[in-house]
């Protein structure tokens, strides 16, 4: 898998967003320049791997929301599924099926399109 760079400072970018940081904060947090943190938000710097692991420290991400832009952790998928089974727990058979149909074609477009990304 390519890492695109964009991606990943985008994805940082809007982490620090998220938690009310400034680009001098996280800077400051994982030891660069406040221009370095605006380079790799950018797409224009290929941070290390040490400051790609300082900023998800900083930032508290794991590494597949940080380099994926999703977590890819089946546990993490239970609250999820648990919400969905509540969603559907009052549906009629007709509903079940309309959205079994559904499900299934935005599974396939969205494997189909993980997967063009890819390569």
């Known amino acids: 898998m390519e890492i695109k760079y964009y991606d990943l ?6 982490a620090r ?3 009310g940081m400034t680009q001098e904060e996280l800077a400051e947090k994982v030891g660069v320049g406040n221009s370095h943190i605006s380079h790799v938000e950018t797409g224009k710097a290929v941070p290390s ?5 300082n900023i ?3 930032l508290e991400l794991t590494p597949d929301e940080l380099i994926c832009g999703y977590v890819n952790n089946p546990s ?3 609250p999820l599924k648990k919400e969905i089974a509540g969603i559907l727990e009052d549906c009629s058979a007709r509903e079940l099926q309309f959205l079994s149909g559904c499900l299934m074609i935005l599974k396939t477009l969205l494997r189909s399109y993980d997967s063009a990304k890819e390569e």
């Open 56 to 58: 998800m420290n900083a």
């Open 49 to 53: 791997l040490a400051l790609i692991i």
């Open 76 to 78: 993490a998928n239970v």
């Open 9 to 14: 400072g985008k994805r940082i970018q809007t």
């Open 17 to 19: 967003k998220e938690k």
